[in-house]
Nanobody, 133 residues
Framework: QVRLVESGGGSVQAGGSLRLSCAAL????????MAWFRRTPDKEREGVAA????????????YYADSVQGRFTLSRDNAENTLDLQMNSLKPEDSGIYYC??????????????????????WGQGTQVTVSS
C-alpha cells in the first residue's frame, strides 16, 4: 500500500525559506512522476513542481510553475525514497496547503498533465505553509 507523507510545513516571514519533504512509503517506482501541488485561497489546485524520473537515481526532467521558477528546487532521493521541495525567497502568495503526489504511469501523459494534477494516482494529506508579509 502506498502512502505519501508530507512534512516540513510551517510559518515564515516573506523572504524566508522552508524545505518540504515527502516520504513515499511503499512507493518504489523509479520511472514515473512525482510532484508537489498546492491549494491556495485563489486556486483549488496548482502544480508547483514535478519530476519525470529517469536517467539514474535522483535523475529526471523537472518542471516548475512560472510563479516558483528560480525560487523552488525539487530533489528526489531514491535511496531515502523522498521527494523534497526547497523553497526560497518565499512570498505571501506562496501560502497554502502543499500536497505530494505520485504516479508510476505518466510516461504517456501530455506535458500539460504533469503539473495539472488530474492524472495522479497517489496523494498525501498535505502540509500547511504560511508566509507572512
Amino acid at each position: 500500500q502506498v502512502r505519501l507523507v508530507e512534512s516540513g510545513g510551517g510559518s515564515v516571514q516573506a523572504g524566508g525559506s522552508l524545505r518540504l519533504s515527502c516520504a513515499a512509503l511503499g512507493y518504489t517506482d523509479t520511472t514515473g512522476c512525482m510532484a508537489w501541488f498546492r491549494r491556495t485561497p485563489d486556486k483549488e489546485r496548482e502544480g508547483v513542481a514535478a519530476i519525470v524520473q529517469g536517467g539514474g537515481p535522483g535523475g529526471g526532467r523537472r518542471y516548475y510553475a512560472d510563479s516558483v521558477q528560480g525560487r523552488f528546487t525539487l530533489s528526489r532521493d531514491n535511496a531515502e525514497n523522498t521527494l523534497d521541495l526547497q523553497m526560497n525567497s518565499l512570498k505571501p502568495e506562496d501560502s497554502g496547503i502543499y500536497y505530494c503526489a505520485a504516479d508510476p504511469s505518466c510516461n504517456n501523459w501530455y506535458q500539460g498533465d504533469i503539473l495539472s494534477g488530474s492524472e495522479y494516482k497517489y496523494w498525501g494529506q498535505g502540509t500547511q505553509v504560511t508566509v507572512s508579509s
